[in-house]
């Protein structure tokens, strides 16, 4: 992160809103005069903004008063200076020469960041009693800070995140954030009383009829005028402190040069289960100035919120950060055990599949790393990994005719429509390879269509190894364009055109990851990460009603896939939907046009979900798929698209046939 | 109101402004000096530790004479640098020699690890121990202040080289000042002490 840059920005900006708060501020005294000098009309019958007939001049006095008066009571309050605050909180402070080991570390932490920063480093405490990751500081107006840290964040955090930690502290120090705040605090507060001596003159009259006595109509006026500027006071103060946040974030980057260990303090925090809010009678003066303040559920309560969400302010410090952690802590898994091989997408993990005959266990765990020798076991087919029968497996003994099986798979059955399929491949590559498609297609019909898998399997095992990335990416490009058939796929061309283009490694990055294949795996992981992320903001994940279009759709071509009757099918889909939504959509069919553009669409939905969510969906599928007993090919295909589309694992377990 | 008194006007506040520009300046400046100051105050914290280092080390090894002579040696010469630097910040080319000491004392303290590293009953002190955790501090607390002078420094060299500022520092001589830049790589590196 560029840290200055940050800082001078977030620095702008929390001014600006200064000025705000001071504008309401000037805005809440002018509208006390105006009300006071329209309640007196009744009175006294002028209108004088000028000069205030008696009355009008006693209430706008009354109201000032009350505002000193709550002010200089905060002032007493937060002016014993920081020490005292900390002590007032139940924090000890930790003495130097302490005899614990990890209370002198704290010392030197905060020494060592005392030099990075040029600060005197302020008395240290800890709040014995506080279990979740917490950091902050106290002070008064004179610079008297007392920095308080959680017994959670000494337990839970290494010495670069609490380096990290303590380093955002000092960030608010030497921004004088403290000062600013308490203003803010004693601002608010006087506004405050005039709230609650409303209160106390309507709670007074009550006994009485109560719109008749001139009191309960001050006391009305008063709360109207007290919470009105109380909330907007609040808005603001809030505003300013989530930028103060980002900016003492920025100082600690700044500080420790180590904007990982803030990101992962920060992400430390997220995962941790304790509540992170602090209690206690004086919390509001010191939530502001909290390393965090847990994150808020409500959309309404982000305006009030001190701190900004932890995942934007992960975001600002290295938006990739949680791809490069993961990145990080694959390659150290990794050199600690090197026999465990990745498996090359998130899907490919070792599944075992039962495919429509029943005959054929797959493994479809390809260790990216397969050398050429291994690459020929794979490919043999009494190799172990799939059953292929001979003539198959003669017939993709090499690249160029991997390549055509590969383009045979999608041969129709209709005549017409086949050769209207080679005629295009013809054109798209040349004759000769239209005639080796044409040969495969038909010298083993009969598998291509119930070996399709381990044919792909093997297929594009190959091609993997011989062809190189972005000649995969063109092949799958120029084989999409000759299955799009009047500008619309077959939903099952789409099907095992996704499966193809998975197998091959050359999928789209924003739907398929391809972590921890090759050393260049930040690119990848990023995107996935967005869009990992991208639940826990809490702003795109939407209720289920509003998906239920999406989940519609993609039941219902679920259901048809099984092949059964169409009342057995209506029935299965209204009772799969009832899971999810409970208006009704009606069922989708397979043929109908822009069907795919519909289910990328809806994939586009889904994919940003919580995991558990996407899961347990295909999951679902899984069962309805099985609830005849029997997986068909085209629930198989279509299994194997929701998973992958979803980034989600997919066991489907083997049966063998009977 | 003449001519006469506007000219007399526009040249106050020409100076009022040049005098906040050159106070400003002298701010940042007395700021960066105190933040080498810092460099030089936990640096000789180092070099008072590292005697103490050598004295515990030689109650176990001192058949090891050449590598804790050198360390002492390479410490000195480090500790007299620094004093001079530390007595004439802004001059660079002092700053560099010191940056030459320093890295010659990591590389005898680098062999006194190795020498440490075969001596378990050395490893397991707990003075040692002690004096490690301290170092260490030590070691971060000298790189957090030579960042901090670096930011300082590039405060002071960014006020200084901005327009109306740079007509001022000019003719009032405020120089431009030196990065605390490591003659290489290794003196970036800790010294780092490793017990069990």
């Known amino acids: ?658 | 109101m003449g001519i006469g008194t506007i000219l007399l006007i526009v040249l106050v506040l020409l100076l009022a402004y040049g005098v906040m520009v050159y106070n400003r300046l002298v701010t940042h400046k007395n700021r960066f000096e105190n933040a080498f100051s810092q460099i030089d105050v936990q640096l000789q914290r180092r070099y008072e530790l590292i005697p103490n280092l050598v004295e515990v080390a030689n109650k176990y090894v001192a058949h090891e004479k050449d590598t804790l002579t050198e360390v002492i040696e390479a410490r000195n010469q480090a500790s007299k640098a620094c004093k001079e630097a530390a007595a004439n910040p802004g001059e660079s080319g002092l700053v560099g020699a010191l940056a030459k000491a320093e890295q010659s004392l990591g590389n005898a303290m680098g062999k006194l690890n190795l020498v440490v590293e075969d001596y378990p009953e050395l490893k397991a002190d707990e003075t040692l121990r002690d004096l490690h955790d301290e170092l260490t501090s030590t070691e971060n607390r000298v790189s957090y202040a030579r960042q901090a002078y670096s930011d300082a420094v590039m405060r002071y060299n960014t006020e200084r080289e901005q327009f109306p500022a740079v007509v001022v520092a000019n003719t009032c001589n405020f120089n431009e000042a030196d990065l605390f830049e490591a003659a290489n790589d290794e003196i970036r590196e800790p010294v780092k002490v490793k017990f069990g």
């Open chain 1, 1 to 658: 992160m560029n840290f200055f840059g940050s800082q001078d920005n977030r620095k702008k900006q929390s001014l600006l809103l200064l000025v705000c708060f001071v504008a309401a501020m000037l805005a809440m005294a002018a509208v006390i005069h105006v009300v006071a000098v329209f309640i007196n009309v009744p009175l006294s019958g002028k209108l004088d903004f000028g000069n205030p007939p008696g009355p009008a001049k006693a209430f706008i006095v009354l109201i000032w008063l009350t505002c000193l008066a709550g002010g200089f009571f905060r002032i007493l309050d937060v002016k014993a200076g920081g020490a005292a605050l900390a002590q007032r909180f139940g924090a000890t402070e930790v003495q130097p020469k302490s005899r614990f080991r990890e209370e002198t570390e704290l010392l030197n932490i905060v020494d060592e960041i005392g030099v990075a920063s040029a600060t005197t480093p302020p008395p240290v405490f800890i709040l014995h009693r506080e279990d979740s990751i917490n950091a902050f500081v106290v002070g008064g107006f004179k610079g008297r800070e007392a920095l308080v840290v959680s017994q959670g964040a000494l337990e839970k955090l290494d010495r670069d995140q609490l380096s990290a930690v303590i380093a955002h502290e000092y960030g608010h120090i030497t921004q004088g954030d403290i000062p600013v705040n308490m203003r803010l605090l004693v601002a608010l507060s006087s506004l405050n009383a005039i709230d609650e001596v409303g209160k106390l003159l309507m709670v007074r009259s009550r006994e009485g009829e109560l719109f008749a006595q001139p009191g309960v109509v001050v006391g009305i006026v008063l709360r109207a005028l007290g919470s009105i500027g109380v909330f907007f006071g609040h808005v603001i103060r809030s505003a300013f402190s989530r930028q103060r946040e980002f900016l003492a974030d920025a100082c600690a980057v700044q500080f420790t040069r180590n904007p990982e260990s803030v990101a992962s303090a920060l992400t430390d925090i997220r995962n941790d289960v304790t509540d992170a809010a602090i209690h206690g009678v004086h919390a509001e003066e010191i939530t502001h100035l909290c390393f965090q303040a847990g994150d808020v559920t409500r959309w309404y309560k982000q305006f009030f919120a001190t701190h900004p969400p932890v995942q934007k302010r992960i975001d600002a410090i290295d938006p990739h950060y949680a791809a490069k952690a993961r990145a990080k802590k694959r390659r150290s898994d990794h050199s600690d055990k090197p026999k465990v091989k990745q498996g090359g997408s998130a899907a490919s993990n070792v599944t075992n599949i039962n495919v429509g005959n029943g005959t054929t266990a797959l493994q479809f765990a390809q260790a990216p790393e397969v050398s050429n020798s291994s690459l020929a076991q794979t490919l043999s087919p009494t190799g172990g990994i799939g059953v292929l029968s001979d003539k198959a497996a003669m017939m993709i003994s090499d690249p160029s005719s991997c390549l055509a099986v590969l383009h045979a798979i999608f041969v129709s059955d209709d005549r017409s429509n086949s050769k209207a399929y080679y005629e295009a491949i013809a054109f798209a590559y040349n004759k000769v390879f239209a005639h080796s498609v044409k040969d495969i297609a038909e010298s083993i019909p009969k598998a291509l269509a119930t070996e399709q898998l381990a044919i792909i399997e093997h297929a594009t095992a190959q091609l993997r190894h011989s062809i190189k990335l972005e000649n995969r990416q063109r092949l799958l490009k120029s084989l999409e364009k000759l299955l799009v058939v009047e500008g619309e796929f077959t939903l099952m061309n789409y099907a095992t055109l996704q499966l193809v283009r998975r197998k091959l490694d050359a999928e789209f990055p924003v739907l398929e990851t391809k972590v921890g294949i090759t050393t260049d795996t930040n690119a990848g992981s990023n995107a996935e990460e967005q869009v990992d992320n991208a639940p826990a903001q809490g702003m795109k994940v939407k209720t289920f009603d509003k998906m239920g279009e999406e989940f519609a759709l993609l039941l219902s071509l679920m259901v048809e896939s099984s092949g059964n009757s169409g009342e057995r099918i209506d029935e299965q889909y209204k009772i799969a939907l009832a899971c999810y939504t409970k208006h009704h959509h009606p069922r989708r069919l397979s043929n109908e046009p822009g069907i795919v553009k519909e289910l990328e669409a809806a994939f586009q939905t889904l994919y940003v979900q919580p995991k558990a969510i996407r899961e347990s969906f295909v999951q679902h599928c899984l069962d309805i798929a099985q609830a005849d007993h029997h997986i068909a090919k085209e629930e198989h295909a279509l299994l194997n698209l929701f998973a992958a589309s979803l980034n989600c694992e997919l066991q489907i377990p083997v049966k063998r046939a009977a």
